[in-house]
Each structure stands twice: as C-alpha cells, then as structure tokens.
C-alpha cells in the first residue's frame, strides 16, 4: 500500500552511467520488481518488444520516453520516474551517459538527495565513472551510491567486485565531497540486489540497492542553520472594504535555508534595515515558526520598502554581499564562454545582468586537474570564473547552501539557459550599514 | 514543531507554491488552465495557498471541446464564482464557426481541435504564460516535461531544445510572441493528488464517484451515452460518438478516473463512493489512468505529436 498512517519521505535521486551501462534496464527494473507498473504499460512494453525486441521484454523500454531516442536508441534528455514503496516515495531523474550529455546530468542531478553511479563489471572505471562522480561531487549530493553491474557476466566474481571498489576508492578522496558511499553489486537484467537479495552474492552483506534507497538518511539534507528568505512576491491585497486586510503586506518566499520564529530579529539585505517577524502567515494559519524549504508569507513589524530580489535573513551567520563573484560553471551551450560576455543572472528570485571578468580554470574531469587560463569554456566544460554583476548578489558557498549558493547563466537574446554556476564562499560577510531598526 | 521535516506532501506542495509565485513574479499576463478536473482541483487550492489573502492574481481559462461532461461545466463555474476568480471559456464550436479550426474528416474527437483554440486566447488575450496541472507521471512523453515549458510563436513544443531546468531556477525569459506552459504538479503521482485532495477535503465533481449510467462499448473502453440531441435545427455535437447497433447499451455502475470529454473518456466500472475509497481502488489498480483514455491509444506516440503542436 503505497499510503499508510506515519509521514512518508521523498527521496530524490539521478543515475548516470555511460551508454550500455544499464540505467534504463535499472530504472525499468525498479519500477517492475517494486510493483510500480500497470497493465497497459506492461502490454505497452509486450507490444513493443514484438516489434523492436524479437518478442523479448525489453526493461528499458519503459523509460526511454521520446520518438526520436526510439528512433536512435538513445535516451537524450532527462526523464522523470515516480517510485513509492511503504516506506518511501522516490523521484528518479534518469540522466544520460552519451559524453556530450553533461548538461542532462547536471540538470538531473541538481535536486538530488542521492546519486547512482552504474559501473559495467566487465569495464571497470572507466571515464565516465570518474566524470559522473566529479558531477555529483561538485553538485553537492550528499550520498551516493556505485552500483557495480552485470556481475552475471563477470560469474559474480567478489575479487571484480573489490577490484573495482578499490579502484573508485583510490579517487574518491580527491573530491572530498560525500556523506556516505555505498557499493553495491548488481545485475539489472535479472534483478539481482536489486529489489531483492541475489543468492548469487553470498559474500556481500549490504543492503539492496532499493532496501539503501529506503533506508538512507536524508532528514538533515536541508541546510536548517542560517536563515535565508528570498523575496518572492509581494503579497498586498488591496482590500479597502475589509479592515484586516487593508493595510495586510506580506512577503511571500520559500525558505532557502534554516528556521524564523515570530518575535525573530530579522535583517533586510541588500538595504541592511533591521526588524522583527510580526506574523508567519500561512493559507493554513499562522505559525510560530517556520523552516526550509516551506513556503510562507512573512509579515514584518515594520513597514519597510521590501521587494523581490531583496533577501530577509537571521542576524547570525551572516551571508555574502557582493558584486564580485567566484564560481564553479558547468556549461551548457554550444556558444562557449569566454571572457567579457555578459549574461543575465538568475539567482533566488533575483535577475541581475553578469559580465564574465575571467575565465580562471577548467578542469580536467579525467584527472581532476586545473587546466590554468584556457581561452574558453566549450558545452560541457566546467571551470572556475570570476563575474562581476550590475547589482550585488546576497549569497553564501554552494557547499554550505545549494540553494543561496547556485545560479544560472541566461543568453541574452536568444533567452537560452547556457550556464549553472555554484558560487564559492563569500571572502568576508555582509557589513549593514545600518544598526537601528527601522522606524 | 519538533521536527523540522516535511513528509512528501508537504514537500510537493511547497514545490509548487514556489512555482506559482515564481510565475505571479516573472510574467504580465499569466493565466491558469482551469477544467474542474481533478489536477485542476489542486491547482486551485495550490493558488489560493501561494496568493491568499490577496486575490488569484490571473484569471482562469478553460477550452471547451463542446463534449463535456454537464456536471464537470457546472462545477467548473460555480468553483471559479467561489474563489472569485475571473473564467474564461473558449469553445472548440466557436472556432470551427469562424474557421480557425477546421475538424478532419471523419474524426470525432476535438482533441486535437483543441489546439487552435488554445493558440488562439493565448493571443486574444495576449497572455505570456499558461499554468497547467499536467504530471510528469501520466504519459511517457510528458516525464521529459519541465516545469517552465517553453513554447514558440507557433506555440510548439520542441524536445530537443528544451531550456535545461537546475536546481529550483526557472528560467521565464520570453521574446515577445512566445510563452510558456507551467506545470506546478510536474513531480505528483495521481496518488498524491488524491491524498492532496483527501488532506485538504477538497471537493470533486461527482462523475468520479460511482454512479449509474448508460455506456456502450467501443475500442475495448466503457465509452458514455451522450445526452439526447434535442435541437433538430443544429447538427448533432455529438454525431459519430453514439452507440450505433451493434454497440448495445449497457446500464452499469461506473466512475471516470480521468476525464477527458464524453467522447474520449472511457468509464470504469467500479463501486467507490468516497475519496477515501478511491485512494483504496488506486493502491491496488493495475492500470494507469491513461489506460482508460481513447486518444492515446491512437498510436504510442500520440501524446508527443499532440504536443509538439501545441497541446498542454
Ligand atoms: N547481462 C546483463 N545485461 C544487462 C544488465 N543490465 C543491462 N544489460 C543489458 O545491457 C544493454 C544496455 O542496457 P540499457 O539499460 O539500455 O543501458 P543504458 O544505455 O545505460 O540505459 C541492454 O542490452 C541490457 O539488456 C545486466 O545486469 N546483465
């Protein structure tokens, strides 16, 4: 029974893999042993298998979504998968091993609280193992999961196993990034330590992949210690005919990171005017207090000139300010970065025009190396840039917030997203110029 | 509060709040798809949540294939009276009357007609931006949706250019004549919307609770007897979609699971009387609710050629 009584978690996690790894028979399999498919998609996948797989069913059948992926048999974009068990609800972004893909996977995997990473037994680490580890590493995901497959074809072999677990072991530590690493060896095709225990791995004592999946621990995933609130949407209803509502002005947002209680001192960046949380409104009520990533409306004490863009945060822990910004970039379109081009900057709920000041490295995802000063950042690349933006940007690193320390990079012109940038930690806090409250 | 923690609810609801606010912030005119639909439903109370105790800022569209359900018609207009909201309805009729529909011969379902009509308030009123309760989970081709879909003047969907979606920024820059699709329920499951709808007891048509009622069999589906024609001066609406003799008629006790109009939506037979029941039916169902859809079956990719021309 996918509802029950205690409240069920959402686990979000991405696979990657190079092509021929086995995501989509992973993913397929999931779905199936977990008793996440209906009739029809299973008559859908008999009907297909007829036509392309010589009678055969075909697991990857059900997440290879579009015509033309069909057509080349390819998955080229990022899919979407819903997964529920008794004890969790699971959202699969199923990104793609084709080299020139990068971007899917970013994309995949920048909402996950997990990464898979599937190893082909037969090949080892290869490339793309070490690429698609750099990703998640450099995404912030805090646990992730090296899913050695095909050990049918490698007679199940634990010495494989350990060569290869040895092997991803050696380079981990240079990207010094995650919670917990598990491995854990499989085989999609026949379900193997997939949903259930294979008796073909009398030597491993782990869990399942779907029992890890279940069973990991996300709660603390959210970063829950400084308080950031971007201004979304100023909330005034303009109501002359009901009192209470007349002079109602509330700041909507989402919480980017940690707690707000009523009676909170609070600060307004990037203006620096200071107040008090009068109200945590909600459609639900008001509450005492509130934490991220909900949603609320705040109501202040004071009645400040507040808008979106504008950031209210907790006294402590203080963010950056600035308009001089290093960051991480992963780029995404086939007109390379290069230095002096200006884009629009979406970060939060704030939209700034950046100016790229110098493209500083680009790193090597074979080796993990800096290549210094390259003369551009081709689709797919990643290095590290200096921007500097028409207004400042309140902000802190992307390794202590993922939502406060990313942003994207908008082609002007054509409106195309070309660019997701993870800020690095501010080189000194905020210092308001203000120290009174507001009057 | 003892734990900052939300369960998967609460946490697909803060999702698309944030949507929803993003879109009030980033466009002009915004309008939401409004069919008093179960997706639709939620929506509505996901607006009121996001903008509430200030009014809905963007009116609310419904495109009506002229097929539908009496009871879904009433209960879309009295839910918009309720909220206050302001609905616009266009109709599949009025556009073939003035020729920017043009139905194919011989083809029953306005489906596809409903594109054109669509395209065509999207430009009367000249809104930027559309939101949607489409789901990720109902379809293949709609699992590589974004939450800002990106549509071109001619309204199109192109797959193979999508605007990369990173973390939670939506990308809602627009050159003048194109728009976007929005779809705050990208990551709901139909069970989430379900138990969404039991949380916050919102209230349902009554066509998704059993009912008696007369359907004939046609295409492996319990498709649903339309209403008599009782205006013998204007064509039959629903010509074509009427038992013909060897289709006899049956008195059953069916539910809708989705809804499409009359004409595409097959009934399913079933005894639920209750939200609660309904969750129940889902748990153990083994086919998706599109299964009962006639215009998918057309072909496996069906959905993607609706789509790509302009389909929500
Ligand atoms: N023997 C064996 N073959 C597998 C296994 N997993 C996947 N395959 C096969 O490997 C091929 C590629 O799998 P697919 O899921 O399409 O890979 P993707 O490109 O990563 O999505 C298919 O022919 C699968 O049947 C496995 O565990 N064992």
Known sequence: MPHSQHPIELLRFNTCGSVDDGKSTLIGRLLYDSKNLMEDQLEALERSADITGGGQINLANLTDGLRAEREQGITIDVAYRYIATPKRKFIVADTPGHVQYTRNMVTGASTANLSIVLVDARLGVIEQTRRHSYIAALLGIPHIVFAVNKMDLVDWSEARFIEIRDAIEDFLPKLDAFKDVKFIPISALNGDNVVDASPHTPWYGGPTLLNHLETVHIASDWNLSAFRFPVQWVNRPNNPTNKELHDFRGLSGQLAGGTVKVGQKIMVLPSGLKSTIKEIWTYDGKLPEAFSPQSVTLVLEHDLDISRGDMIIGLENLPGMSSDLQARICWMHQRPLQRGNKYFLKHGSQTVQAIVAGLDSRINIQDYEAEIAPPELAMNGIGEIRLKTSKPLIYDGYKTNRLTGSFILIEQGTNQTVGAGMLLPPLEAVKPEYNDFAI | MTSYHLDHLQYLETEAIHVMREVAAEFERPALLFSGGKDSICLLRLAEKAFRPSDIPMPFLNVETGHEFPELLEFRDRRAKELGAKLIVRTVDEAIKKGTAHPAPGEISRNKLQIPVLLGAIEEFRFDCAIGGARRDE??????????????????????????????????????????????????????????????????????????????????????????????????????????????????????????????????????????????????????????????????????????????
């Open chain 2, 139 to 312: 379809e293949k081709a709609r699992a590589k949706e974004r939450f800002f879909s990106f549509r071109d003047a001619f309204g199109q969907w192109d797959p193979k250019n999508q605007r990369p979606e990173i973390w939670n920024l939506y990308n809602a820059r627009l050159n003048s004549g194109e728009n976007m699709r929005v779809f705050p329920l990208s990551n709901w499951t139909e069970m989430d919307v379900w138990e969404y709808i039991k949380k916050e007891q919102l209230e349902v048509p009554n066509i998704y609770f059993s009912h008696e009622r007369e359907c004939f069999r046609r295409g492996g589906q319990w498709l649903p007897v339309p209403p008599k024609h009782t205006d013998p001066t204007k064509p039959d609406p629903f010509a074509g979609g009427r038992p013909k003799p060897n289709e006899p008629v049956k008195k059953l006790v069916v539910r809708v699971r989705t809804i499409a109009d009359m004409i595409s939506t097959g009934m399913i037979e079933s005894k639920v009387y209750s939200v609660d029941d309904i969750i129940t039916e889902i748990a153990a169902a083994r086919v998706t609710e599109r299964g009962s859809r006639a215009d998918d079956k057309v072909s496996e990719a069906a959905m993607e050629d609706r789509k790509k021309a302009g389909y929500f």
